[in-house]
């Protein structure tokens, strides 16, 4: 990568039409290679007939979503559940075109890399089912971004989650993700709508089901199997197509579909490393680029903290129209770009005298730090404080030592045995988890649930690490999800 010998020059990639390349049916994205995906896609070298017999036919068209319908190579679902979810949807008119007005700033770059890997373009839809297009969508089961992966998921293809970010709600990054999964779940089952269903019910399950339908002689494509599927999964594709179906004529149901040039309206400016003061608060790239925070947040979503750190290299999303804007801006300030530095916490220090000494609220100073209300900190970690005169010039390092609460992410497993009464659905309910899940985790209970039976369960936590001190009463206390800059919605969606 160029590196700049200005302080602050920059290196500016417009996300543009690309040369149009057949998919793959495992990842590209090689470990240790996240960096770059986040940045932009990377070509697939395989032959197109190994995925889909999708037609890529150029078709000049200045309108997206002309170009979308262009490329449905899904097979229709005409079944009822499709017609149903297609009504539910058509009765919410409002609904939708405000989740296609939020997709307005990604659907181009969507749009392009589908085409670009040579499949089905319904699949540009499937953020509207997952998190009506929200970066910011996190799941009561701790799923996050458009796409919405756990934790684990994500780790598996190459989403980078640490103290300052999460690129899980990276849109570029996690539709790089989200795709290469998708790919390896086609070339797994052959057939895109049971790779749609193992999206959403795992792809063990899907497996398992099969299986059993092979060994009994029954049917194993997707119209057969998926009576057999739990409700949440059984209702998952037809939701897409219900959504494919108004797009298709939106006029027909009361639809209407925000404006969308078929042009690049996203840039991505990188940050070179080695330049001075060269970490940046999200406000004030916000302020650079002369839009509101709640819009570059949107964009630049994955980001955890209220500062980004230059030692990450990072690189920051705008609209391609105001690149030149940040550039000028940042070009003639003269003020820091960054009023926030790494503190050492003492032995025996309290949250308090730490707020005092740099002059911040104590609420302000946990929720930059994502420590919850009942938390404390001992010495020895790093919190974020705000900068005064004799640390204007320090810069923040690429990953803080002992950060007060990084975010760790494990699955903790136990065991439920099923009394007089209980349901697959009411235990899911009681331990708030999907049905879907549940099933998957217990595929030998077979869709019931007898007294005395096991149920596994599987939870995912967050803890914020071995930094947690005890609370009052000599406990240890679990940290919830870390307060952020921004306020994130909790959506209730499906996971994987």
Known sequence: MHRSTGAFKLLVTIIVPLALAACAGAPHVKPGDADSASLSFTPVEVQQSEVANVDLTVRPT????????????????????????????AARPDYMSRSFERARPFLFAIVEEIERRGMPTELALLPLVESAYNPQAVSPAQAAGMWQFIPATGKRYNLKQDWWRDERRDVLASTNAALDYLQTLYAQFGDWQLALAAYNWGEGAVA????????????????SLSAKMPAETAGYVPKLQAIKNIVMNPAQYAVTLPDVSNQAYLATVTLPPGAKNRDIDVSVAAQLAEMPVEEFVTLNAAHNRPVIPGANNPVIVLPANKVETFNQNLEA????????????????????????????????????????????????????????????????????????????????????????????????????????????????????????????????????????????????????????????????????
Do not use: C
């Open 333 to 496: 300030r003269s003020k820091p770009l960054s009023t926030w530095q790494a503190y050492l916490v003492k032995a025996g220090e309290k949250l308090e005298q730490i707020a005092s000494k740099f002059g911040i609220d104590l609420a302000a100073l946990r929720g930059a730090n994502g420590i919850g209300p009942r938390q404390r900190v001992v010495g020895g970690h790093t919190l974020l404080v705000p900068k005064g005169s004799a640390a204007a010039d320090t810069e923040l390092p690429a990953l803080i030592s002992q950060p007060a609460f990084e975010n760790e992410t494990r699955v903790v497993r136990s065991t439920y045995v099923a009394r007089k009464g209980d349901s697959l659905a009411l235990i899911a309910n009681r331990h708030k988890v999907t049905l879907a899940n549940l099933m998957s985790w217990n595929p030998s209970l077979g869709g019931s649930v007898s007294p005395g039976q096991k149920v596994f369960l599987e939870t995912v936590v967050q803890d914020r690490g071995p930094v947690a001190s005890a609370a009052p009463g000599g406990k240890y206390v679990k940290a919830k999800v870390a307060a952020r800059h921004v306020k994130r919605a909790p959506v209730r969606v499906a996971r994987r």
């Open 208 to 223: 398992r089901a099969i299986d059993k339908a092979r060994a009994k002689g029954e049917p194993t494509d997707y119209a």
């Open 62 to 89: 200045t309108d997206l979503w002309q170009r979308l319908r262009n490329g449905f190579a899904m097979p229709n679902l005409t079944n009822p559940a499709a017609l149903e979810k297609t009504s539910w949807y």
